[in-house]
């Protein structure tokens, strides 16, 4: 996987809450945690998340990590699949997937 492509996994905070330390090793840092996904599927009940990670000998292994979907309150695609439209043509593409500071209900408006 390039830095562009994948799906961040955003999920309620009671859903943090009730998955605890078993959800915690697949967090990624940041104000509100995330999981970074190389593929998902949202087909049933359950997400199911395709993750990269390494074995204790540093080797890639693929992980599947599955949560009941009405845990999961979004979930952002980041990938690059070229540029195409009518648009402007010169933009920078991402590096990597960030999140989101703060989300818009928090902010304040501006006067």
Known sequence: MNGTDGY????????????????KPYLMPGPE????CNEIDTGGALIEMTLQGQNKDGKPVQIELMVPSGMVRMIVSAH???????G??????????????SSPAEEKPKV
């Open 8 to 23: 961040a996994v955003f999920f309620f905070p009671q859903a943090l809450e009730a998955l605890g330390e078993a959800i």
């Open 33 to 36: 945690p995330w999981v970074l």
């Open 80 to 86: 690059s699949d070229g540029v195409f439209g009518f």
């Open 88 to 101: 402007p043509q010169g933009f920078e593409k991402p590096t990597t997937v960030i999140a989101p500071a």
